[in-house]
């Protein structure tokens, strides 16, 4: 015998999930992560885990590059100093989204010394 479809379905919808929260900048909120728990929000001398970390990096990467700087001799490619550079640049502009000031004044000094020595510069 051929179904109607003129009856409407009289089994039960399945239960609807309820709306899902906004989505929210937990950046802005400073005490967002204390408030919750959050081991991200986690900071030494005042500044979050993360600015640490990358700002130790910087600082090694800053060391590696003094001897460049003074060597007369050392010749780096135009086209490594400046790819490094403009690079490091953007991960500048990533920082300063993440407000990670300490990184973000280690990545600029290190982003001009690769331009600086990707041209030539020497002291």
Do not use: C
């Not at 989505?23 to 204390?34: F, K, N, V, Y």
């Not at 910087?58 to 403009?86: C, M, R, W």
């Not at 500048?92 to 990670?100: E, G, L, P, W």
């Amino acid at each position: 015998m051929p179904q109607t479809l003129t009856e409407p379905s009289l089994e039960k919808s399945p239960p609807r999930r309820p709306p899902a929260p906004p989505i929210t900048s937990h950046a802005l909120d400073p005490d967002w992560g204390r408030r919750r728990g959050n081991w991200r929000a986690f900071k030494i001398f005042g500044r979050p885990w993360q600015d640490l970390i990358f700002a130790i990096g910087e600082i090694v990467f800053l060391a590696s590059l003094f001897p460049l700087l003074f060597d007369k001799n050392a010749h780096v490619p135009l086209f490594t100093g400046l790819a490094t550079g403009f690079m490091l640049y953007t991960f500048v502009a990533a920082h300063v989204s993440y407000r990670n000031w300490i990184t973000v004044g280690l990545a600029a000094i290190t982003a001009t010394l690769w331009i600086l020595i990707g041209i030539g510069v020497h002291i």
